[in-house]
């Protein structure tokens, strides 16, 4: 174990932090292209990104709590 009071271990405590900081943004990312691509597949009838580029709100803002939850989701396995 290292010692946290010295500088040696106040550097691989900031690496340690880097480090699941750079694993819960990969794994955020992952999470959210999973989670719409599987929103994209599930919903056939419609097409969201061209609803969403003729600023359609509805859609908009359905795809903005998807985001979010997926985030929240990943927030609390990571």
């Known amino acids: 174990m290292f010692d946290p009071t010295s500088w040696s271990g106040l550097f691989i405590a900031y ?7 750079i694993v819960a943004a990969v794994g955020f990312a992952f999470g959210v292209g999973i989670a719409l691509k599987v ?12 609803e969403i580029k003729k600023g359609n709100i509805g ?3 359905i795809f903005i709590s998807l985001i979010l939850m997926v ?3 990943v927030y609390k396995v990571i």
Do not use: Q
Not at 15 to 21: D, E, P, Q, T
Not at 40 to 49: A, K, M, N, Q
């Open 39 to 50: 929103f994209d597949w599930l919903s056939t009838d419609i097409d969201e990104w061209e």
């Open 71 to 73: 985030g929240l989701l």
């Open 59 to 61: 859609v908009s803002l």
């Open 15 to 21: 690496v340690r932090a880097l480090g699941w900081s």
